[in-house]
């Protein structure tokens, strides 16, 4: 696993928020109170059940949120991907379906448990144990060295070229692009160009402070790479980004910032 986390907001009943995802895993997000969709089409929203399993996502995915609403969510990491699931990754990227699908009535009783928890502590409990019930019934694949070595790569380095990357695992360049697809859902250059423009956003919003040196390793070619790069991302300039309110995507982002701590 990569993270837990609880996201709890107490809104009023007619307030709606619509924002965007930018996940660089798949989530299984439990949850347990409030209307929350995703749009599958425009204009056309969806909500998957109580307990959605969504894929990483290569571009951002607007999610819709009505009144108070209270979530908790279970991270995977790409390495460990055929631990849990038996289809290839790529096949849920950019999109979502519900757990009871993939787990049958283990996903019932995954929601059933965290909802009766009494603190967090209990919440953890439930989950590690859905989670090593699963690892068991799929046999306990081992997890990939080779992606959990990328998996820190495209952290650390969001700037290395696929080709050094793939000699830094070990792995030809078509053995890479295929675990990648296999275990990320997306080939090595989109896990790049997200985890690149997702440091940078992280540092417009103040949740990083990069060394002049990282910054400068950061910057596009030029301003028009730039604008390129944010409008494909959020469809926005990054002046125009430093001034928007986006409470979910801002909130994963400082997710992401702790986890690179």
């Not at 997200?194 to 070619?221: I, V």
């Not at 926005?236 to 409470?247: A, R």
Request: hydrophobic share 45%; aromatic share 10%.
């Amino acid at each position: 696993m990569r993270r837990y986390y609880v996201f709890d907001a107490d809104l009023p009943a007619d307030f709606l928020l619509v924002d965007k995802l930018l996940s660089e895993t798949a989530f299984i997000r439990i949850l347990l109170n409030g209307d929350w969709a995703a749009e599958v089409a425009p204009d056309q929203w969806a909500n998957f059940g109580p307990v959605p399993l969504m894929g990483s996502n290569g571009i951002p995915w607007r999610v819709r949120v009505r009144g108070p609403f209270l979530v908790v969510g279970v991270a995977f990491r790409p390495s460990g991907w055929s631990g849990m699931f038996a289809q290839p990754a790529c096949e849920l990227a950019d999109r979502a379906v519900p757990l009871a699908d993939l787990w049958g009535p283990l996903a019932d009783r995954l929601h059933d448990e965290v909802a009766a928890a009494d603190d967090d502590g209990g919440i953890v409990r439930a989950i590690e144990q859905a989670l090593r019930e699963r690892v068991a019934a799929m046999g306990t694949p081992s997890p990939l060295p080779a992606m959990a070595a990328f998996e820190r790569i495209a952290r650390d380095d969001s700037t290395i070229w696929v080709a050094e990357a793939a000699r830094q695992v070990g792995l030809s360049i078509r053995q890479f692009e295929r675990q990648c697809h296999a275990t990320f859902g997306h080939s090595p250059k989109v896990i790049l160009r997200r985890s690149r423009f997702l440091d940078m956003a992280q540092a417009l919003r103040g949740f990083s402070e990069p060394s002049a040196e990282q910054l400068a390793a950061l910057r596009y070619f030029d301003q028009s790479h730039l604008n390129r790069e944010f409008r494909h991302f959020f469809q926005l300039t990054p002046g125009q980004f430093e001034k928007v309110t986006t409470p979910l995507f801002t909130a994963g982002l400082k997710l992401r910032a702790e986890g690179l701590a």
